[in-house]
């Protein structure tokens, strides 16, 4: 398989993009307003589910080495490894799984946004399983206190990705296209 150069730049330029989004938080009640899943969706929309999940790869990369690219300026296997370090798992896979639904049907906005919300639950899921986990916490309590606040912050965001994300694509064509899936 032959892999121009290209494509990898890109990704890393997204990786950038990724850790600085993650910076941004709109404090809204209990449960604040991070860019970090905004520029997951909006990575996945652009990208689609091969670069978009290797800038995810990359972006995770730097902040296991200690590179403070996670929200709030944070970095290093302790995050990874702590409670919240499913989410960030889970961000491989929703940049997988929404790139790849918007591969399906670039051009409508409905669908984009439905691969986003998609997308995100994902990273709820993954969230919630972790916190369980690290946190030896009923099932009921994990989803209480990781994945039902997170719902309404989770589909706002992935509704901007996906619109956002489907108006560049459709400013800029030339420097976001894939390969179209075949019938």
Excluded: C
Aim: charged share 10%.
């Amino acid at each position: 398989m032959k892999t121009s150069l290209k494509p990898l730049i890109i990704a890393a330029e997204f990786s950038a993009i990724i850790a600085i989004l993650s910076q941004f938080t709109i404090p809204l009640s209990i449960v604040p307003l991070t860019g970090q899943t905004f520029a997951i969706g909006l990575t996945a929309t652009l990208l689609g589910r091969r670069s978009g999940t290797l800038s995810v790869l990359i972006y995770l990369l730097l902040g296991i080495i200690g590179l403070p690219v996670f929200a709030g300026l944070s970095g290093g296997l302790s995050i990874v490894f702590g409670p919240t370090g499913g989410y960030l798992i889970g961000f491989i896979f929703q940049a997988w799984l929404t790139g790849y639904l918007v591969e399906k049907n670039v051009s409508s906005y409905t669908w984009v946004i439905f691969a986003n919300v998609i997308g995100s639950f994902v990273t709820l899921i993954f969230g919630v399983i972790w916190l369980k986990a690290s946190g030896d916490l009923s099932w009921n309590t994990a989803i209480v206190s990781g994945f039902i606040p997170f719902i309404l912050p989770g589909i706002i965001k992935a509704v901007a990705a996906g619109y956002l994300g489907t108006v560049i694509r459709h400013r800029l064509p030339k420097y976001f296209s894939f390969e179209q899936p075949q019938s």
